[in-house]
């Protein structure tokens, strides 16, 4: 059982190599080929789930091999409940893709070999125990999602990725001078790069000066991390990209970008951030919910004034990452808990709208609710598309947090997290569930109801394989909405070490 | 007698108009002459202390080497300075002024 | 007496072995008249000459410390290692240089012979232990360079930059020369080991001329290795020499001088040696400046080859932080970064060498959709672009990843901070360039022609350690820092 | 009395079971399987009567109650536990409530298998009614507040689905969206107060809230400087006034008429938009310890007497239905505030019941002759006998004319109010309260009696081949709008006639009064009145926590005939006993006179014609009635289209064009100025710094540099010497 999380992490290079080697013309093998490898990677994420032992906090099926000697380098993998779930919901929507590439026609090895490689590194990022490893596979995942944008994008794709990449790329050189610095607070020793190692609050004591100024060692490099992980999230100041890279990239990226690749920042939060600088997590818990608020109204309002459909997803994004930052910076059982819940429930809801807005994208070939020159984009298409009207309710349901989908039990754990410690927060953040509601319901009326446009006629509705590809979400949607424990369970014994720990300072 | 200090002076107001004349002349020669000014003010300072202060000959084989490399970079200086005229027909050191920004 | 003079030659195999391919070149050169075919081979001897050389030189890596000619000159790992980063570099050139339109062919073989000059010039800087050593390197380096950089005769921009380079080289060599002679006069002695015993005594208006000389002597090597302030003729020279000529420039005297500069630091700037104060922080303003403005003044670049020189000048302000901690663990760091960086410029010389050949210029839109006309050269190409920008699981990352760590051990976060804001600086426009090879459509639709198996053979190969130092670093840091060991 | 799994989740399950399948295979059933669904709900009303029995049949004592709890998730871990209950809580009140849903859901459902006939969403209809009931049943059997909002929130997106239910049609789409986020609104303030109180008491389990208030847990807790029980009570009320559509929040109710009728029947009349009252009922304690009675006193007022206003004017016959529900939704809450808790919850039952009835009827009309607007009726009477019977004993009963339930339950509202306006020692400004009520009580009666005579009497005012009809040969034209006479069809007729009988006043009195006299099929003597209390706090204290499986507890305490004290509703003798009788008294004979006035100026204006209507005397004020008090175009004109769009757009444009534009790429016309400044200074510069990323003082740095890179060599030897120079200073030596 312990290599499994090796064959879980190879596994999409194996089959990038498989589609590399793979003659250009053969496009449907190269396709076949990607769908066999995100399928079996799949399957081993189920076995991995089925042989999850919930009850320690421990990480399970680690692999440590030396690496680099000299510098305590190791190739250290594991998983704990939090990371299960990211493991689970990486390895679904990278399936789901794939299905929701099939219409991709331009230069489809480059594109899918890419997808792989980025599924790879996805993989590698929330497996690794390794510091150094950890870093080597938050990089790497910036290549392919650059080439994945830029040349699979729309008409701005340029601009969106390297926006993307390089703003990314500046969060996460500040992230690696933090590395480096703890290796060496650490003492240069064995486990100079192991994550685990450094947990548990040990830098509280310790100081540094910079330009001449002294400044608490944990304060400082808290805040260093924090800029790497919150530009990924996106919390507030750091947002723009996100907007960008969205609207510009193809579908499935969109769905990866938001489905999984947003989950890394908050991920980076719950496994280093926290629990390396327990202290100065919890000192600066308030600015964290400050900002958190900030983005779930700021997001939300921008969502609201979006005549772009994906572009409003995207803004609503900021707003429900905003919720899981919420949840982060309450550091009490519940609001954690919610938190990692509403990770995993934003990456299949958000995935889902993404993929229909992809659907619809690739019947109409435009986003517009509203076209610039005031004309309605859509109109009427719950009386043409009929299952798609269906899915999407489900969808757009789900995300605004409608109680018996999975949406609502995050966002209410979330608030009967935050209420404890900031009550004033949560009275204002009910508003953004207000406005969450407010506007994804107002592009629901303005897209499905009314009469026919001439346009939406030919429109045809969802076929077999995207029905098919949907179907998984939609029952994911509906049964964690309803009965959430094997969510719940699998992640608390993480999330409650976690909670236990900042509780001590 | 002359003390080392007059030996330092000379060098000193040797390696001055070397610059100077670097920085003023807009001869291209002339320049290179500039040049030589300041190796040898270096050579001087070498000998002089060499006579002076450390009493071994260090100096004076370092004077010999800075004469050789003087030759060098002279000839090789010229050299250049001559395709430049041929090209351009002029040693105004303000017409090398296409390479820039 | 005897023994003291050629006791030793074993060790002095390699510059030997140079010494005479360089003369024998000439001889060559002379005889032959101007076709190809004899050219070819004079080429070929040159790189056989060259390898057996770097045999030689791997032979030494395993050698003890000593100084030998009366301590003119010292045989350690670490120079070695420098040299043997050098003669790769040579080999690079030369090679790029036979197959460049770049230079007139039957210029070709006096590249080679000024190139393996430059290489002695190297190799005596790398390992002198004596200032008339090390300025008889600089001026051996200097003045081959100038007639390298002229080398398009009947161009002014080339006439023009070899003479610039030759007057601000002159200049700073003037006053290099001045501040050694001040310093042979305060420490009474021109053989490092003797000096340094000197060091600690001095105070007064000695301290004063020493510290000044000090300074003086500095600009020499500074210019070589052209930092921030002394690297103002660098684009000048890099944009009007041919490009073979600046991949060379861009390698091997940058090479030679962080040696020779390592050297000094370690000799001169020990414990309580008066120098040792103010040097550090004088090397740290220097490498923060460096990078930026190599860095800064790159985004502005429409010539990928100037880019590239501004990116090199941003390169050795990384580089040079390693002489900041004075410590072995530094001084791994550069060789390490330098070897990394040695492949990394050679490829992308290489790349857009033969564009500019191919197109007859070097600007952006030679590269624009370069995977559509040539994947291969497109994508190592832009590997090499994020290498050099610091991205895993390229090898320019872990060099970068050397750098900042030993700098942050010393705790210098400040300086820490600069690096990681001027490699996003530098990742943004090594990034604009791989969009335009990536991301871009081509204007003509024709490939790209004449790139011959042998040249894509040596560009995958060049490639290759780029790839695995990135990820198999550890042999690697291992040899660099047995090198280290014995610099004191 | 043994309750299991099995006997109570029927009732939910059921529903949720024709739903799935309706959902999924709707399509291939015969008759889109609307079947099912009726036959579902029938199933669920048996188990409902089965409990109700039990209840009410003099089983159980007053105050006993089922309580059986499931664990639904479990976030324990280490020291830590905590989890999440959900549960089952059945007393006399959900008992009474679960017969009235099942029994009335059922009806309806049968109605709409008629009405829904051939109607191209019948499928779609009986999807989401189901679904509707078994989260209407579901919220009545919860035991705490965590899962009643989940029912809440679900039969929210019911009613979200049904008035939308025709997405061909705009406004359609306008409606279903007003309706959520308006009720949205409450929503989230009840999801507020739920969790003030959960962090508080650790529960929010009706039971252990109780218990709490018993010990005194919230005494002392504040929220944002106001008192916890004040603050969670006021987002719980603010949830129920958004879901009862009370006086600020109710703009939504009258647009909900654009879903089929029966939908609005069950939905938006009958069931759902009582949950507000069922939630402040429930949580009645809550109210009194925060002090919030009089609040809802006044809000239930204004709601009642401002509906009926408008009601007044509306020709729509749905619209006045839908206003009178706004209005009689304002008497319960009138109800719930003044303390007279058992009036409050009765008159929730018997409004449920004719008015439940009534929107049959109006469907029943509207489908006959396809025609909605009352002016263009009139003379229906010899059309649809039937209809008119029942339509007329639900008037009559909503217009509160003794002998019929709407009088038992309001005249009893408006005593309790009457006593509490002026004999309670509130403060003078209660009174609006009673004459608010008062008045409302008599425009009740006008309007509902204009709509009769508007709808069935007078001659018929539709277009010349109606009237053939009416002369009776019209049968055999093919015409688009006929009016069928309608013969006694079970699936149209039936459920009307049923729900007719249940608007006669002793089945909820015990007797034809309402005075205390008499039994009635052996229930207990006034069975309503003493069945249904006020939940007595200090009885749930260590009250033992059951899951489902284990055995009952017995009853706690024997039956009590006292009345209980009307502010707070505790147990015990009631000083000002006799002060009540006489406001009973007075607001029985008061309500009695005002409700026939308001009949016979009905009749004077509609039948008889001798009183001009209202529209020609006060024109004026007949314009703000039509535009409903102007609140529909404050609301989504000002706040919504002008101030929160307006707003938003202000925003992106920040978001894009400001922040992101200068902050972030930090400068895209700043770096233009900066290549003008520089072509100006100097013409080094020729070429464009980057395009994106670096910020302006990188640039601006870089135009130094390029100024510095001149080309002159002897600038460079100037810099040089001087550069060394400088050194040289800082050396300080």
């Known amino acids: ?505 | 007698m002359i003390s080392l200090i007059s030996y330092l002076l000379i060098s000193l107001v040797l390696f001055i108009v070397g610059l100077v004349v670097m920085i003023s002349r807009k001869n291209i020669v002339a320049i290179l002459l500039g040049i030589e000014l300041i190796l040898n003010a270096a050579a001087l300072n070498f000998v002089a202390y060499s006579r002076f202060v450390t009493n071994n000959l260090d100096g004076h084989i370092f004077s010999l080497f800075i004469i050789v490399v003087a030759a060098a970079e002279a000839a090789v200086g010229l050299a250049i300075v001559i395709r430049f005229f041929q090209i351009k027909e002029t040693i105004h050191i303000d017409e090398a002024t296409q390479l820039r920004n | ?488 | ?733």
Request: charged share 10%; with cysteine.
């Open chain 4, 1 to 733: 009395m043994e309750y299991t799994v099995g006997s109570i989740a029927p009732i939910f399950l059921a529903p949720v079971i024709a739903f799935v399948i309706n959902a999924f295979l709707g399509r291939k059933l015969p008759r889109q399987g609307d079947w099912l669904a009726t036959l579902s709900i029938f199933v669920s009303f048996v188990f409902s009567a089965k409990i109700f029995g039990d209840f009410i049949f003099g089983k159980f004592a007053t105050d006993y109650f089922i309580h059986k709890t499931f664990t639904w998730f479990d976030l324990s871990y280490g020291a830590t536990i905590w989890k999440v209950d959900m549960g089952v809580y059945i007393d006399n009140m959900a008992a009474i409530m679960l017969l009235m849903v099942s029994g009335v859901a059922f009806l309806i459902h049968l109605f709409s298998t008629w009405y829904m006939d051939h109607d191209e969403k019948h499928g779609r209809f009986f999807v989401f009614l189901p679904l509707f009931t078994s989260a209407m049943l579901g919220l009545v059997l919860s035991d705490n507040l965590f899962s009643l909002f989940i029912f809440w929130e679900i039969m929210g997106f019911c009613s979200y689905s049904l008035i939308g239910i025709y997405n061909k049609k705009e406004k359609a789409g306008d409606a279903s969206l007003k309706a959520f986020m308006t009720t949205r609104v409450g929503d989230v303030f009840l999801l507020l107060g739920m969790v003030a109180i959960w962090m508080v008491i650790g529960s929010v389990s009706y039971v252990d809230i109780y218990a709490a208030i018993a010990e005194g847990k919230f005494a002392g807790q504040t929220v944002i400087g106001i008192s916890l029980a004040t603050f969670a009570g006021l987002c719980i009320f603010l949830g129920g006034m958004g879901k009862s559509a009370q006086f600020p929040l109710h703009v939504w109710l009258p647009d909900a008429m654009m879903g089929p009728t029966p939908g609005s029947a069950l939905i938006h009349a009958a069931t759902m938009v009582a949950a507000g009252v069922y939630l402040a009922l429930r949580m009645y304690p809550l109210m009194v310890l925060g002090d919030l009675t009089w609040f809802i006193a006044v809000i239930g007022a204004i709601t009642a007497f401002m509906a009926a206003t408008i009601a007044l004017v509306q020709t729509d016959i749905k619209a006045v239905l839908a206003f009178s529900t706004i209005s009689q939704l304002g008497y319960m809450m009138i109800g719930v505030g003044v303390g007279s808790y058992n009036a409050a919850f009765m008159h929730l039952i018997t409004h449920a019941i004719f008015k439940a009835c009534l929107f049959l009827s109006a469907g029943s009309i509207i489908h006959s002759i396809h025609e909605q607007e009352m002016p263009k009726m009139g003379g229906l009477r010899k059309y649809l006998p039937y209809t008119h019977f029942a339509m007329m004993c639900c008037t009559l009963a909503i217009a509160g004319i003794p002998f019929f339930s709407g009088f038992v339950s309001k005249d009893r509202i408006l005593g309790d109010a009457l006593y509490f306006g002026f004999m309670a020692g509130q403060s003078p400004l209660m009174a609006i309260v009673p004459i608010l009520g008062f008045a409302g009580a008599g425009l009740t009666a006008f309007y509902m009696f204009r709509m009769m005579f508007l709808t069935f009497y007078g001659e018929n005012r539709m277009n010349d081949h109606h009237h053939d009809h009416g002369h009776g040969h019209g049968h055999d034209d093919h015409h688009g709008h006929e009016i069928h006479h309608e013969h006694l069809n079970p699936r149209q007729n039936v459920p009307l006639l049923i729900l007719s009988v249940f608007t006669l006043g002793f089945w909820f009195a015990g007797t034809l009064t309402g005075q205390s006299f008499g039994k009635v099929f052996g229930a207990k003597t006034e069975w309503f009145k003493i069945l249904v209390e006020a939940p007595k706090v200090e009885k749930f204290v260590g009250h033992p926590r059951e899951t489902f499986g284990s055995t009952d507890s017995k009853p706690t305490v024997e039956l009590e005939h006292a009345h209980y004290h009307h502010q707070t509703g505790y147990a015990g003798p009631n000083p000002d006993e006799h002060k009540i009788h006489t406001a009973h008294t007075i607001g029985a004979i008061l309500s009695i006179i005002i409700a026939f006035s308001g009949v016979f100026l009905a009749y004077l204006m509609y039948i008889k014609k001798s009183v001009k209507p209202l529209a020609s005397t006060f024109s004026g004020y007949t314009e703000t009635l039509k535009n409903k008090y102007y609140f529909d175009n404050l609301y989504v004109d000002l706040i919504i289209k002008k101030g929160l769009l307006g707003f938003n757009k202000f925003l992106s444009w920040f978001d894009m064009g400001v922040y992101d534009r200068f902050a972030v790429d930090g400068w895209a016309s700043v770096n233009r100025w900066i290549f003008k400044a520089a072509k100006w200074f100097d013409n080094v510069i020729v070429d464009a710094i980057g395009v994106d990323g670096t910020g302006v003082a990188v640039n601006l740095f870089n135009l130094v540099l390029r100024i510095v890179q001149s080309g002159k060599i002897q600038f460079y030897f100037v810099m040089l010497v001087m550069v060394l120079a400088s050194y040289i200073w800082t050396l300080n030596i």
């Open chain 1, 1 to 505: 059982m312990n290599g499994i999380l090796n064959w879980i992490l190879w596994l999409p290079i194996i089959g990038m190599i498989g589609v590399i080697l793979t003659p250009k013309t053969k496009e449907s093998l190269i396709r076949f080929v990607t769908l066999l490898t995100t399928s079996i990677t799949l399957v081993l994420s189920i076995v991995l789930y089925l042989n999850f032992d919930t009850s320690t906090a421990d990480m399970q099926f680690v692999v440590k091999i030396p690496w680099i000697e000299q510098f305590h380098i190791n190739y250290f993998l594991g998983i704990d409940g939090i990371t299960m779930l990211m493991t689970f919901l990486n390895a679904l929507l990278f399936f789901i893709c794939t299905l929701s590439s099939w219409t991709i026609h331009k230069n489809v090895k480059a594109y899918f070999a890419l997808l792989l490689m980025l599924q790879s590194t996805v993989f590698g990022v929330f497996f690794s125990l390794d510091f150094f490893l950890f870093y080597v596979y938050w990089e790497v995942m910036l290549l392919p999602m650059f080439f994945l944008i830029g040349i699979w994008g729309g008409e701005n794709r340029e601009y969106a990725a390297i926006k993307f990449f390089l703003y990314t790329f500046f969060g996460s050189i500040f992230m690696l001078v933090g590395i480096i610095a703890l290796y060496y607070a650490t003492g240069k020793g064995v486990d100079s790069f192991n994550i685990l190692a450094h947990q548990g609050g040990k830098f509280t004591e310790l100081t540094v000066n910079v330009f001449g100024k002294t400044f608490s060692f944990e304060h400082l490099f808290f805040w260093f991390m924090f800029l790497g992980f919150a530009i990924k999230v996106p919390v507030f100041p750091f947002h723009t990209w996100l907007p960008h890279a969205h609207v510009q990239a193809p579908t499935a990226v969109s769905v990866i970008l938001a489905g999984v690749l947003l989950k890394m920042g908050t991920y980076g939060f719950l496994r280093i951030a926290f629990p390396i600088f327990p202290m100065a997590a919890v000192q600066s818990s308030t600015i964290i919910a400050v900002l958190g608020l900030i983005s779930v109204i700021y997001g939300a309002f921008c969502a609201m004034a979006q005549d772009d459909v994906k572009k409003l997803v995207a803004y609503s994004s900021v707003s429900h990452m905003g919720f899981v930052m919420l949840g982060l910076a309450a550091m009490t059982t519940q609001g954690m808990n919610g938190a990692v819940l509403q990770m995993f429930n934003h990456g299949t809801s958000t995935a889902m709208m993404f993929l229909l807005i992809g659907i619809l994208y690739e019947r109409s070939h435009h986003r517009w609710i509203v076209k610039p020159d005031g004309s309605k984009g859509y109109g009427g298409l719950s009386t043409k598309l009929p299952k798609y009207t269906t899915v999407f309710i489900i969808g757009m349901f789900a995300s605004l947090g409608l109680p018996g989908l999975s949406g609502f039990i995050s966002e209410a754990l979330i608030f009967l997290g935050i209420y404890q410690r900031f009550t004033t927060i949560t009275v204002i953040a009910v508003v953004g569930l207000l406005i969450g509601a407010a506007y994804l319901l107002w592009m629901f009326k303005r897209m499905f109801f009314g009469e026919v446009n001439p346009e939406t006629e030919e429109y045809d509705d969802m076929n077999a394989r995207e029905v098919f590809y949907m179907l998984p979400l939609c029952i994911a949607v509906i049964v964690f909405g309803i009965y959430p424990s094997p969510l719940l369970n699998v992640m608390k014994a993480s999330v409650g070490q976690l909670v236990d720990l900042l509780a001590k300072f």
């Open chain 3, 1 to 488: 007496m005897i023994d003291q003079l050629f006791g030793f030659l074993g060790y002095y195999v390699p510059e030997i072995i140079s010494i005479v391919l360089m003369t024998t070149l000439l001889v060559a050169e002379a005889g032959v008249k101007d076709d190809h075919a004899p050219r070819t081979k004079i080429h070929v001897y040159t790189q056989l000459m060259l390898g057996i050389v770097l045999v030689c030189l791997l032979m030494n890596l395993g050698a003890k410390p000593l100084h030998i000619f009366y301590n003119a000159v010292t045989i350690d790992p670490f120079s070695t290692l420098v040299k043997i980063i050098m003669t790769l570099g040579t080999m690079g050139a030369v090679f790029l240089s036979h197959s460049s339109k770049d230079i007139y062919s039957n210029l070709k073989s006096e590249f080679s012979i000024m190139a393996v000059g430059v290489l002695i010039g190297g190799m005596l800087l790398a390992s002198a232990n004596n200032m008339l050593t090390l300025y008889l390197g600089i001026e051996t380096l200097s003045i081959l360079s100038y007639v390298l950089s002229s080398f398009k005769r009947d161009e002014s921009t080339s006439t023009e930059a070899g003479m610039k380079y030759a007057l601000y080289g002159g200049l700073s060599a003037g006053i290099a020369l001045f501040g050694i002679s001040h310093l042979y006069g305060v420490l009474g002695s021109i053989q490092f080991v003797d000096m340094v015993t000197k060091l600690p005594g001095i105070e007064g208006v000695n301290l004063a001329i020493l510290l000044i000389s000090f300074l003086m002597f500095f600009v020499g090597i500074g210019y070589k290795i052209s930092v921030f302030p002394f690297h103002m003729w660098t684009p000048d020279v890099y944009q009007g020499s041919p490009i073979p000529v600046t991949s060379f420039f861009a390698i091997v005297p940058k090479m030679a001088g962080i040696a020779s500069l390592v050297r000094v630091s370690f000799v001169f700037v020990q414990e309580g040696s008066p120098l040792a104060i103010s040097w550090i922080g004088l090397i740290l303003v220097i490498a923060a400046m460096t990078m930026t403005v190599g860095n800064v003044t790159a985004i502005g670049q429409t010539s990928v080859k100037r880019l590239l020189a501004f990116s090199s000048i941003g390169h050795v302000g990384m580089m040079i932080l390693g002489v900041v901690v004075m410590n072995e663990a530094g001084v791994q760091a550069i060789l390490f970064y330098g070897i990394v960086y040695l492949f990394m410029t050679l490829i992308a010389f290489y790349v857009t060498s033969h564009l500019s050949d191919m197109y007859g210029t070097d600007s952006y839109d030679v590269f624009r959709g370069l995977i559509y006309k040539h994947p291969v050269m497109a994508i190592i190409m832009a590997s090499v672009l994020f290498s050099l920008a610091g991205m895993p699981p390229f090898a320019g990352f872990i060099a970068k990843f050397n750098i900042f760590s030993v700098i942050i051990q010393k705790k210098h976060y400040g300086i820490a901070l600069v690096a990681a804001i001027n490699s996003v600086i530098a990742l943004y426009y090594y990034m604009k360039l791989a969009k335009t090879m990536i991301f871009g459509t081509p204007q003509g639709e024709e490939k790209v022609l004449g790139f011959t198996t042998l040249n894509q053979a040596v560009i995958i190969s060049l490639f290759i350690p780029v790839l695995f130092l990135g990820i198999f670093w550890d042999s690697a840091m291992a040899l660099a820092g047995n090198a280290a060991l014995f610099i004191k």
